[in-house]
């Protein structure tokens, strides 16, 4: 799909030190490494490979997880926490026994397990998000593992933890409760009222161990699924004393139906969707607060988004023969899918004040960033670039941004503006990162940006401006053209006092960077 120029439109955004939306949480740049397909085995790990280190974890891949501005990392699953018994995880390797993973319908040899995967966060700063196994285990479990990870010593299970190796206790500050548990894939599904119960007692066990942790309890798996609001309403009926979060997972789709809408248009609808999805989150958890005269306010952590439907064949994906490591759910990333991620993380960093951790699902290979060839080479999918540069440069307050701009019609979402855009402050260093989508494919956009109050006596001067574009919204990145679409510099642009003027190209999502004089 190639597009041309035409003659533009003008667009304004304006923001005020003054009116901010939020602190930005950091956690907000986390992703998602799953035992499914290729994400840990040849993905994360592969001791065969020729960069892989003593652990057996590849080099290649921790410098681009270093790149990709990565904070913070979920883990072990997805669907496949609902049926993983941790301990086969631990001890010594060969005596691991090698399982029948029935989530993702493949072997699982758990060469990696919590304290591999722990060693490797820690060696890249990455904060993990563990889940506990409420499928086909339960709130004992979830006791003993917590016990196992995070207890200094002197028990049974934390004992057996330092007989492993690892003297001191992990760090894991953040624990999902369950995975997807209103999904009828899901191994284990509960009734709301069952999984809400379910979790109110499993984080109230949790607690008794270790005070300061945090804990998310699934929300809805999707926000068309038929029950979304009530299993909210009803499980935090339950639990929402003892609990600290609320999740959404959302995938981005085109419809692949003959004669269905597959417009790019449409197709970055999606951003206005997920901000329904979000706002809806939040006020059906604020009334749970209100019926109970609550002034406690539940955060919401988004802790599965990207763009999946092209490798995706209905949630089980059975196969035959329980192969180990097979290539499942390889999503290829265009440009296109960039631009909706681009404008997906303006979209969440917005919603500052309630989404405090998201993670793109997920790291590698499977629907992810980065990929991988067993013994050869990794490289970047499109949208790593949007995440990069959003983690690199979305640093402190986000400021609340008065959008003008021409819209287009869409029969789902209303008349939408061609822009979405964010601004974050970083009141420590005065820098300022505009981020803004033009959704227009054929005009270019003539954007005004007005930063009131932030500029100073002698105003503001651009320090970095890039900009994600292609003529061909279908290119990608292969193993054979890894760096076909990769960031560029915006030029044209151009600041007075307090006032950024920029044209940005049709289709294009881009990133200025400014500081006071
Ligand atoms: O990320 C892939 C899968 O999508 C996860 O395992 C599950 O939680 C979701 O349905």
């Known amino acids: 799909m190639t597009r041309e120029s035409g003659s533009g439109f003008g667009a304004s955004l304006t923001v005020h030190r003054d009116f901010p939306i939020g602190v930005l949480d950091r956690r907000v740049f986390g992703a998602f490494v799953e035992h499914l397909g290729r994400c840990v085995y040849t993905g994360i790990y592969e001791p065969t490979h020729p960069s892989a280190d003593e652990q057996g974890f590849r080099g290649d891949v921790k410098a681009l997880v270093k790149e990709l501005g990565v904070t913070l990392v979920r883990y072990p699953g997805g669907n496949f926490m609902s049926g993983y018994d941790w301990e086969d995880g631990v001890g010594p390797r060969p005596q691991r026994p090698r399982r029948l993973d029935l989530a993702w319908f493949s072997t699982e040899t758990n060469q990696v397990g919590t304290n591999e995967f722990m060693g490797w966060c820690e060696e890249l700063g990455l904060s993990p998000m563990f889940g506990v196994n409420l499928g086909t285990r339960g709130m004992d479990d979830a006791r003993r593992y917590l016990e196992y990870c995070c207890h200094p010593g002197g028990t049974a299970l934390s004992d057996l933890r330092r007989s492993h190796g690892v003297e001191a206790p992990h760090h894991i500050p953040l624990w999902c409760l369950g995975n997807e548990m209103d999904g009828p894939w899901q191994i284990g599904r509960k009734t709301p009222d069952e999984y809400g119960r379910l979790a109110q007692e499993t984080a109230k066990l949790m607690r008794m161990l270790q005070p300061g942790i945090e804990l998310a309890a699934c929300g809805s798996s999707a926000f068309d699924m038929p029950t979304y609001g009530v299993w909210e309403d009803r499980v935090l009926e339950h639990c929402y004393d003892e609990v600290d979060f609320v999740s959404l997972h959302s995938y981005f789709v085109k419809p692949l139906l003959p004669g269905a809408d597959t417009s790019t248009g449409s197709f970055f609808a999606q951003i206005e969707t997920n901000a329904r999805y979000i706002e809806a989150t939040v006020a059906i958890a604020d009334a749970v607060a209100a019926r109970r005269r609550s002034r406690k306010r539940l955060m919401l952590s988004f802790d599965e988004w990207n763009v999946w439907y092209r490798a995706r064949h209905g949630h089980h ?133 007005a930063l009131r ?61 400014l500081q006071p004089r």
């Open 317 to 449: 994906m059975r196969q035959d023969g329980w192969p180990e490591a097979p290539r499942l759910l390889e999503e290829v990333y265009t440009v296109e899918d960039a631009l909706l991620v681009g404008g997906m993380l303006c979209m969440l960093m917005n919603h500052a004040d309630r989404v405090k951790v998201a993670c793109l699902a997920q790291l590698v290979n499977v629907i992810a960033p980065i990929m991988t060839e067993p013994g050869g080479p990794a490289w970047r999918q499109t949208i790593f670039w949007p995440f990069a540069l959003a983690a690199r440069f979305g640093r402190g307050t986000v400021l609340r941004p008065a959008i003008a701009s021409p819209t287009y019609p869409n029969a789902k979402e209303g008349d939408l503006p061609f822009l979405v855009a964010s601004v974050v402050w970083n009141d420590e260093d005065g820098t300022l990162a505009v981020f803004a989508l033009n959704r227009h494919l054929s005009e270019p956009m003539d954007l005004a940006v």
């Open 453 to 513: 109050g932030l500029g100073g006596e002698s105003g503001l001067a651009v320090i970095e401006a890039v900009e994600l574009h292609d003529a061909d919204l279908d290119a990608a990145n292969t193993a054979a053209l890894p760096d076909r679409f990769q960031p560029r510099t915006l030029r044209g642009v151009s600041v007075d006092g307090e006032l950024l003027r920029v044209a940005l190209k049709p289709a294009s999502w881009n990133v200025i960077v």
